[in-house]
């Protein structure tokens, strides 16, 4: 498979759900987006959140993919229970992995990403991205009503937005309405 191919079921989520939306059920049954060190590197190139990083390769070796996968894992159990003590606790060492340096520039304020291992820079990416999402409306961050596991941000006007996509799971709820209504009719 290419390199470039973008596999992702929902390109444009923020990074905390890109990651945990490389995991997710679709008609054939599960799907792991990144579940070999090549399909890491396919996500990592396709994704684009390490554009602008020196060796987005370094990411290949096998700690990062551990670490990577380990990091979804955790976004997946507190996006499923936030108010979980122990997920929390687990949330919060994806954080601890990094900090934000500000520093005054002859041009102006700077501020410099500072991470104790570069493998933990997705992890900690998504962490961050997560709560940037707090910030903008808690409730409009939901998993998919068809059950494709999936999470999204709801960017719709109202506010209504009810799957993954219309095209995907929104098109098969309303084919399998249409033929329970034919059906019942009949």
């Given at each position: 498979?290419?390199?470039?191919?973008?596999?992702?079921?929902?390109?444009?989520?923020?990074?905390?759900?890109?990651?945990?939306?490389?995991?997710?059920?679709?008609?054939?049954?599960?799907?792991?987006?990144?579940?070999?060190?090549?399909?890491?590197?396919?996500?990592?190139?396709?994704?684009?959140?390490?554009?602008?990083?020196?060796?987005?390769?370094?990411?290949?070796?096998?700690?990062?993919?551990?670490?990577?996968?380990?990091?979804?894992?955790?976004?997946?159990?507190?996006?499923?229970?936030?108010?979980?003590?122990?997920?929390?606790?687990?949330?919060?060492?994806?954080?601890?992995?990094?900090?934000?340096?500000?520093?005054?520039?002859?041009?102006?304020?700077?501020?410099?990403?500072?991470?104790?291992?570069?493998?933990?820079?997705?992890?900690?990416?998504?962490?961050?991205?997560?709560?940037?999402?707090?910030?903008?409306?808690?409730?409009?961050?939901?998993?998919?009503?068809?059950?494709?596991?999936?999470?999204?941000?709801?960017?719709?006007?109202?506010?209504?937005?009810?799957?993954?996509?219309?095209?995907?799971?929104?098109?098969?709820?309303?084919?399998a309405r249409h033929y329970a209504r034919?059906?019942?009719?009949?």
């Amino acid at each position: 498979m290419p390199l470039h191919e973008d596999l992702r079921p929902l390109p444009g989520e923020p990074v905390a759900l890109d990651l945990v939306n490389t995991r997710y059920r679709d008609r054939t049954g599960h799907i792991d987006l990144i579940n070999t060190r090549a399909a890491l590197n396919r996500w990592l190139h396709t994704s684009g959140h390490l554009k602008g990083h020196p060796d987005p390769y370094q990411f290949a070796d096998d700690y990062a993919f551990t670490v990577i996968r380990r990091a979804r894992d955790i976004l997946t159990q507190f996006l499923a229970d936030p108010a979980d003590p122990n997920a929390l606790a687990r949330f919060n060492t994806l954080l601890s992995h990094g900090r934000m340096r500000h520093e005054l520039t002859p041009t102006g304020p700077v501020q410099h990403l500072d991470i104790d291992d570069p493998a933990h820079l997705i992890g900690h990416l998504a962490a961050v991205s997560y709560l940037t999402l707090l910030t903008r409306d808690v409730d409009r961050l939901r998993t998919c009503a068809n059950d494709c596991g999936l999470y999204f941000f709801d960017t719709s006007r109202n506010g209504s937005r009810r799957w993954c996509s219309r095209e995907g799971c929104g098109n098969r709820v309303r084919v399998a309405r249409h033929y329970a209504r034919r059906r019942n009719s009949a």
